[in-house]
């Protein structure tokens, strides 16, 4: 119980959030939020000796059983160590926002409230082992990103991008839905660890490419690789807590995960490794070079994710072909998932600060644009610092954490070219050029990030504030995230064996049994090697390019704006919309007796033609009960209101005659021993008629031009024929006798099972309390759009507007 | 409705509280015989709607200031709440407990966790309607 617990306490913790706000205004709703992920934190960390030996922790809360779903937290040196990136980042994020955002003029409850809801999305995503709630996770964070992203909501920018992004990330997410059911089929459980065991049986299963294409494009979404990486440039609306937390750190790496958690199950196949790799190194070149377009900062950094996604993505695709290798222990590819879970680790690490010192800049000059910025080295002498530690971490240079990683990469890339599986020697060549070249822009763009807005020439009258350093508690979680940039780089066979070996483990569970088995020491210096001699490139020819950047940067406008996937993506949204508004508008008419034509229609039609071609009218009369005098009574009541509300002449007479209609059904109730429904049938009309008579006054008069609208054969046709459809549907549900009353079963375990005595209220509370729950939500809907019908009409001019 | 009706506003002062006593027993007694929540909450409705048009909306709002928006919210909770109360027992959601106790005054008596998610059923219908009701009849 406790782990799973854990996964829901930040979201139990948020009902709490918009009470501290209202009550304790003095202190910023954030030093409260800031326990959460720090109780997590240490919590988890404490968990770190069990992974270290390849032990796990799982534990189980049953969701419906019945089902057979439930939540099963798992941890394993995967989980942890995103459950830890997740709490650990989640801290600094929370503490460098309680100075970002300030407590007057923020709606600080919103934003602490979405943003614990998606730190329970996060950790359930990565410890969740039963594949649906996984999927049920993975969408709350599409949809808390949605509405962080959309914070600023009064800006069009702001929904535009929460928009775009909500409907790439669903959309992936569907289509991973599908491949978990398909590989549910396949392995009759929904349980990852169950289907890890049975991996081997999998491969040669029909479904199987499906579901492992539809499950890429769930991570691929997610996880913002080409050509879905559109929408993570337009999240960069959210404020910069959320871009350093959400659309760096964590949500983004949930495609990762996934991949690296489907990793032992797909990693068979030829086409995984293509695919991951490939579109992986692909997105790493194309982000790295359209890094260096951006004007805006964040939306630098937001290229600059995209590539480090595409590069831990490949790594992952490397590593699968560990399992294609005999001697494991002999091949470089367990280098591939040590340095993929390595840069992951590293880039979480420096992005954070870097976003951070983006938010910085933009906070104390009020700015995001790199052509106002420049000069502010001796200003803000401490953010260039970090920003530097970061950048230079990014550009794999020596020092800095991000260097031992990107090396890691090269040799991983190298390795892939003289495979000869998948045909892999043939065009495996591109690989290393691929990320060779990617790796030269990522070294430009770093260098472009940092020196175009720290060094040059300061332009105070371009910005729109006085630019000064920030306050000192809004350097301290870049400066923490700045520090173990650098301790990386030092300590990293510590950190290896704390933390990047069990998570290897979890992704090539075949090659070891335990952490200690993966035999990886990292070390500064690996020997004058090739992947020495590429990164010595790397380091010249960025060098060189960044120094020219100003004679070639035209180059970029080569690309028209016009030819571009965000085009497309507008483009068919703007056509999506137009048509389905054109659609619409031609069967919406805004009268009510339209779509009674069109349910009625549908009904009769459906219900009917069912009947007809499946020839299952039967008629049997033998047990029905004689028609009394009262029937024929009430009978005759009930025409004689119908007629007359079909001839009525003002609309107090149809209010009356309609009310008479109701309470002759309800006579029928009782006649029929049903009380339940005779005493509800009765207050609803009673009710009913009163709020006819309440809004009598409002309604208009029945008009001459509708006296005489006079007699419609298509309205006569429906009417008559959802009138005989009813008759043959009663009469041949009732001389159906093939299944056993269903009332039976009621009767005898009403009792026994629900205590009560009452069978209609004890299904309502009980058998399908259900049902009455969502019934009566619809209910408190309804009841809230009447109010926003007449008490929030339109002003005049809305009014008109809208009408256009 | 300015006229003074004074036959209606007698009897509807008796009759409020003849259905309203009923409306209860309904409620209560749904378990085993016909009845329940939302009966119990649509017969309310009906004995503050006799108000009304006895009255007049305005005076009834004074009687019972009562948030019908708020109602509903607090109903709604309730019900969900009960539902998933069941976690805090390790069993499915939804899942009802009742048992029989020895009450001073009642005897013995069965107390059903139903009960108290039909109490959010009836604050639900009585909450909505009267919202529905009130919003239509104050419009101008």
Redesign the interface.
């Known amino acids: 119980m406790s782990l799973v617990f854990l996964i829901f306490l930040p979201i139990l913790a948020a009902c709490l959030v918009p009470l501290l706000f209202k009550k304790i205004g003095r202190i910023h709703t954030g030093w409260f939020v800031l326990i959460v992920p720090l109780v997590l934190f240490v919590y988890y960390a404490t968990l770190l000796p069990i992974t270290m030996d390849g032990g796990t922790r799982v534990s189980e809360f049953q969701w419906i059983p019945s089902l057979g779903l439930s939540f099963v937290a798992y941890l394993d040196g995967l989980s942890l160590l995103f459950s830890l990136l997740i709490t650990g980042i989640g801290s600094l994020v929370v503490l460098y926002s309680v100075f970002y955002l300030d407590k007057n003029r923020e709606q600080l409850h919103n934003f602490y409230v979405y943003l614990l809801m998606f730190m329970t999305a996060m950790l359930g995503i990565v410890q969740s082992d039963h594949m649906i709630s996984l999927y049920l996770f993975w969408e709350l964070t599409s949809i808390s990103s949605f509405l962080l992203i959309g914070y600023w909501y009064t800006r069009d920018r702001s929904r535009f991008g929460a928009l775009k992004s909500m409907m790439i990330t669903v959309f992936g997410g569907l289509m991973m839905l599908g491949g978990f059911v398909l590989l549910s089929i396949m392995g009759n459980t929904y349980s990852i660890r169950e289907l890890v065991s049975q991996a081997p049986e999998l491969v040669n299963h029909e479904f199987f490419t499906w579901a492992l294409v539809l499950i890429l494009l769930g991570a691929f979404t997610k996880s913002a690789q080409f050509p879905f990486y559109i929408w993570l440039p337009d999240a960069m609306e959210a404020p910069t807590p959320v871009s350093a937390y959400l659309h760096s750190a964590t949500m983004v790496k949930a495609g990762l995960y996934l991949v690296a958690r489907f990793t032992p199950i797909f990693a068979a196949s030829g086409t995984w490794i293509w695919l991951v790799t490939g579109v992986g190194l692909f997105t790493m070149f194309w982000g790295s070079f359209f890094a260096l377009k951006q004007k805006d900062l964040k939306a630098i950094l937001a290229f600059s994710t995209v590539s480090q996604l595409g590069l831990i993505m490949s790594l992952l695709g490397a590593s699968a072909l560990g399992f294609h290798v005999e001697d494991a222990a002999g091949t470089v590819f367990k280098y591939a998932a040590f340095a993929a879970i390595f840069h992951l680790v590293n880039h979480a690490v420096f992005k954070g600060s870097l976003f951070m010192v983006a938010g910085i800049v933009d906070h104390e000059t009020g700015t995001r644009d790199i052509r106002k910025l420049g000069g502010l080295m001796s200003i803000m002498p401490i953010s260039f610092t970090l920003a530097m530690i970061g950048s230079f971490s990014m550009a794999g240079i020596p020092l800095f954490g991000g260097f031992l990683s990107k090396e890691m990469f090269l040799t991983a890339m190298l390795a892939i070219a003289e495979f000869n599986l998948f045909s892999m020697d043939v065009w495996g060549v591109l690989f290393p050029v691929l990320a060779w070249i990617g790796s030269v822009f990522t070294f430009v763009y770093s260098f472009y990030f940092v020196f175009h807005t720290f060094a040059g020439k300061h332009k105070p009258e371009e910005l729109p504030k006085h630019a000064h350093e920030a306050p000192i508690g809004m350097l301290v979680s870049p400066a923490i995230l700045a520090a173990l940039v650098i301790i990386i780089f030092f300590i990293p066979n510590l950190v290896g064996d704390w933390i990047v070996k069990p998570a290897v483990l979890a992704i090539q569970p075949f090659m070891y049994s335990s952490p200690d088995e993966v035999d990886i020491h990292v070390s500064a210096w690996h020997g004058a090697n090739t992947e020495f001699f590429m990164t010595l490139g790397i380091f010249a020819v960025g060098a060189l390019l960044f120094w020219s950047f100003r004679k070639w940067k035209r180059a970029y406008e080569v690309f028209p704006d016009t030819v571009s996937l965000n085009r497309l993506y507008d483009t068919f949204t703007y056509l999506s919309d137009g048509g389905a508004n054109r659609f619409s508008a031609v069967y919406m008419t805004g009268f009510i007796r339209s779509y009674l034509v069109y349910m009625f229609g549908f009904l009769v039609l459906i219900v009917l033609s069912t009947l007809v071609l499946t020839e299952a009218f039967v008629l049997d009369l033998t047990n029905s009960a004689p028609v009394g005098i009262y029937g024929i009574v009430i009978i005759a009541a009930l025409v004689g209101g119908t007629t007359t509300i079909l001839f009525a002449k003002s609309r107090l007479t149809s209010i009356i005659a309609l009310g008479a209609v109701g309470y002759s059904v309800a006579l029928f109730f009782v006649m029929f021993r049903a009380p339940d429904l005779a005493l509800t049938q009765l207050v609803i009309e009673t009710i009913s008629v009163a709020l006819f008579l309440l809004a009598f006054y409002h309604l208009p008069k029945v008009s001459k031009k509708e006296e005489r609208m006079g007699f419609k054969l298509g309205n006569a046709a429906i009417a008559l024929g959802v009138g005989v459809t009813m008759t043959l549907v009663a009469l041949a549900s009732h001389s159906q006798k093939v299944l056993p009353s269903i009332s039976e079963y009621y009767k005898e375990t009403v009792y026994s099972e629900a205590g009560g005595g009452n069978i209609v209220n004890v299904i309502l509370v009980d058998y399908r309390g259900f049902d009455t729950l969502f019934e009566i939500t619809v209910l408190g809907i309804a009841g809230i759009a009447i109010i926003t019908m007449i008490k929030l009409r339109l002003s005049k001019k809305e009014e008109q507007h809208e009408n256009k | 409705m300015k006229t003074n009706d004074v036959m209606l506003q007698t009897a509807t002062k008796v009759v409020t509280f003849i259905i309203l006593m009923f409306a209860i027993h ?1 409620f209560f007694a ?10 119990g909450g ?2 309310t ?2 004995a503050i ?2 108000l ?2 006895a009255y007049d909306i305005e005076t009834v709002k004074k009687i019972i200031p009562f948030n ?2 708020m109602m ?2 607090i ?2 909770l309730l ?2 709440g009960t ?1 998933s109360a069941s ?1 805090f027992f ?5 899942t ?1 407990a ?1 048992d029989y106790f020895d009450l001073p005054l009642w005897g013995e008596t ?1 107390l ?1 966790s ?1 009960a108290l ?2 109490l ?2 009836y604050l ?2 009585v ?3 009267m ?3 009130q ?3 104050e ?1 101008e």
């Open positions: 309904i749904g378990h085993y015989t016909p009845g329940g929540g939302f009966v649509l017969l409705a009906s709607v006799l009304m048009l019908y928006v509903t919210a109903g709604l019900a969900l539902a976690i390790n069993v499915p959601f939804f009802h009742y069965s059903h139903a998610f039909d959010g059923v639900v219908v909450g909505v309607t919202t529905i009701i919003t239509i009849g419009d």
